[in-house]
């Protein structure tokens, strides 16, 4: 007989009622009388698990009523309608098979675990409640994400995480070698022989794929890369990994309005399909996770997001009576302060804030003909602040180059890059976001290693 | 006025017919009389480029005529039937507005050029017709394969890029580091201090997922990773990367029959998502890149997937009066030629051979009860071999960590992994797929540094 999957039976509920189905999971609770017991069965298909009720017609009663917390078992029974509170249905057992009786040293007993206790048996940690949902949702929003860009024909490109470009000023880089570290090879000179390196010359992990994808959206208009990204840097903050994923859409004949448009669209279009998919999961977020998520998220739904310059956004900043810790002042980086104040407080919804004084922004983005701010746009949201940020690109030849060299970067290194401008330039625009980030806000989770299945940061590499 | 994406114009013909259109895009060919001329317009979005038909009543009529290949242009103008042979319509131009004309340099001009040359411009290549061809399948292929599971409700885990875990003897690793390698930080013995490095230990670039993957089977029942894994491994053939990604599915409470259903169920899904989706690049393929590509896949789709052992594989091999390079004995490794027989002349289809010697494979496979042979399976397909690898999981803790022993491991060193067998210890499967691998099967190219956008080879790391 062929096993039912658990969310079947809650799916679809009446169809399976009174009839007979096998099941195959773990015991996530269980509890005995003297003639009969109940055993909380999970299946992984489904955040909640399905309760069974087993008694003494068990020829293995007393080793089924004995069973452990996480062990595996096969259970044959009929789906009936339930009696008791908070089921609807119930599976009388006719047979339990032990498949394993769990160690009683399995660290998940029914007690709430911190999230940091939690965190060093990662490889575990998905069968609680929490993080059943976290990663769930992980994946379904992965998917949504795909899903979005490919419905509108978007091309997925996987930019290359060995990357032989210098650092483009994104952040520090950890550096990939088959070299042996006690006795690399040396030149004449005495310097490190990058030439012999597995590339022949020294490699670094990717921090970024964008240059890479505007190549391909040069041939294909409409791309995005997902892919993993990394940051070499010393911060242990509850935002910060040293590995985590990114998309990188890059559209062509586009400027920063359309990329506004897409970033809006692509934002409300993977909330409203994770909140689709995973009802049960969100409530759970909502109600145990981030009191006011659904509040939040809806709001995200419900709203047309906000536009304003950042030159306007100084004006508001500098108008308010609230106290900043960082002073307002043109030029200025916004601070989480501003932008979470700008997001919840000023404009009560999402807001691009554009055009950027030209010091703090990227260099291949575009410089508006004031000479002093360029076309990049960062999405703040309620909530989070910074959630997406993008910019139309800088399509003239001489701008770009004469930016390079401003900042210190030789264009002929990035031949391939200003190679787009040669043949064919356009205007083009495109955003990062970090998939981590988004996941986060979506879930109400506040620690970047608790949404990531094995966090790497500084002096951790678990599993 | 909207833009108009030529895809549209050629799947909706109809819609578009003496309406007046917006298009933008690059001039893939030109070609111009006295007083008209034609621009092949590709815009990226479609496999095949609109024809644009000019005259003098432009009033930039001399600038057009004078446009390079790969110039930037929007043109507005009109739908109409065509009378010309090899397309159904064309667009008579009212206005040809020049976004940028390209450098004469631009190495693309109408004549054939090698893959080995198009490699060495790999930011250039898409924008031929072979590339953008395999780069559009490679989208879609990746789409396909994350769609067939989870519309069965599989969980895609993202699992580690940077690991920590010793080698699994899957192959050679990259260092990954932010010692100095000039002059790293030793110890009292003279010894590279890896405890000074950014994770506090050694760590290498992942070769699989398969081991944190297992860990997310136990709580989902249903997963899988789609990842990019690394092989530090100094082969240059055509078949070799150092980069590339790989799709690991594992299945709970299943065995290798199972894990064999969903190897063929997944194929096939796969690659007629591709065939219905991109129709004109597999046809393009057809007939320039591999003749016969349809029989193959077709071949494929309409067979039942053959299944033997490999001992019964072996006396096949021996009976047959073809001759081989290397003597077929039981114990050996199959080699390509004896792999190829048994897909191409003897089944004639796609056959999982199993029941390896436990000798040639992975320490995780599930030992069979003669103590000889594992519970692992290859698929190989007529036209290229070994396609996946997969096999049920040793699921008896005792019999898992002796087999760790015999080889060298130290069961100590993956307690995360052996824990998965003491705490609900259950049946389950997975297998490999190169994704690069399956896509240089569907199109036909026979180099994996040309189904790869930026690939990645020894000495060879470009843009």
């Known amino acids: ?34 003639n009969f017991g109940f055993i909380e069965l999970n299946d992984g298909t489904f955040f909640k698990g399905v309760q069974v009720v087993f008694d003494q017609n068990l020829p293995n009663f007393a080793d089924v009523a004995a069973l452990s917390i996480s062990s595996s078992i096969q259970v044959v029974g009929k789906v009936v309608k339930s009696q008791g509170a908070g089921q609807s249905f119930e599976v009388m057992a006719s047979k339990v098979d032990i498949v394993q009786k769990a160690d009683l040293e399995y660290p998940l007993q029914n007690k709430r675990h911190s999230f940091e206790f939690l965190r060093e048996i990662a490889h575990l940690r998905p069968r609680t409640n929490t993080f059943s949902a976290v990663f769930r949702v992980r994946s379904v929003l992965a998917y949504a994400i795909h899903k979005f860009f490919q419905d509108q024909g978007f091309v997925y490109v996987t930019t290359p995480i060995i990357t032989g470009s210098d650092a483009e000023g994104a952040g520090e880089m950890f550096r990939v070698t088959t070299l042996k570290l006690d006795k690399p090879p040396r030149s004449a000179d005495g310097k490190i022989d990058n030439s ?70 692509m934002i409300k279009s993977i909330i409203k399909y994770v909140m689709a998919e995973c009802p049960e999961e969100m409530e759970f977020f909502n109600q145990f996770v981030e009191k006011g998520l659904f509040d939040k998220l809806n709001n995200v739904l419900n709203s047309e997001f906000g536009r ?18 960082y002073a307002v002042e043109w030029g200025m980086d916004l601070q989480s302060e501003h932008e979470r104040y700008l997001a919840e407080e000023h404009f009560k919804k999402p807001v691009f804030v554009t055009d950027y004084p030209k010091g703090i922004k990227a260099f291949y983005m575009k410089m508006n003909e004031d000479g002093k701010t360029v076309r990049a746009m960062d999405l703040l949201a309620p909530g989070i602040g910074e959630i997406i940020g993008g910019s139309q690109r800088e399509d003239n030849l001489e701008i770009l180059e004469s930016r390079m060299r401003e900042i210190g970067l030789h264009p002929e290194e990035y031949s391939f890059y200003t190679d787009l401008r040669r043949y064919g330039s356009f205007p083009h625009a495109g955003f990062g976001l970090g998939f981590e980030r988004m996941l986060m ?21 678990l599993f």
């Open 196 to 265: 012999q390196d597995f590339f022949g010359k020294e490699t670094n992990l990717t921090v970024s794929g964008q240059l890479n994808g505007e190549t391909f959206c040069a041939a294909f208009r409409n791309i995005y890369t997902f892919g993993p990204t990394f940051r070499a840097e010393n911060s242990n903050t509850s935002r910060h990994a040293a590995e985590f994923w990114m998309i990188e859409p890059e559209i062509a004949f586009a400027d920063l309005s359309a990329d506004m448009e897409l970033g809006e669209a």
């Open 441 to 461: 806000y979506i879930t109400g989770m506040t620690n970047i290693r608790d949404v990531i299945p094995f966090p790497r940061t500084p002096k951790n590499a």
């Open 308 to 325: 304003v310059t950042y030159t306007e956004a100084i004006d508001i900043l500098k108008k308010t009576s609230k106290k900043f810790e």
């Open 1 to 34: 007989m062929k096993t039912t999957l658990v969310k079947s039976l809650f799916r679809e509920t009446d169809k399976f009622i009174d009839k007979e189905v096998v099941l195959n999971g773990w015991v996530r609770k269980i509890r005995d009388q003297k």
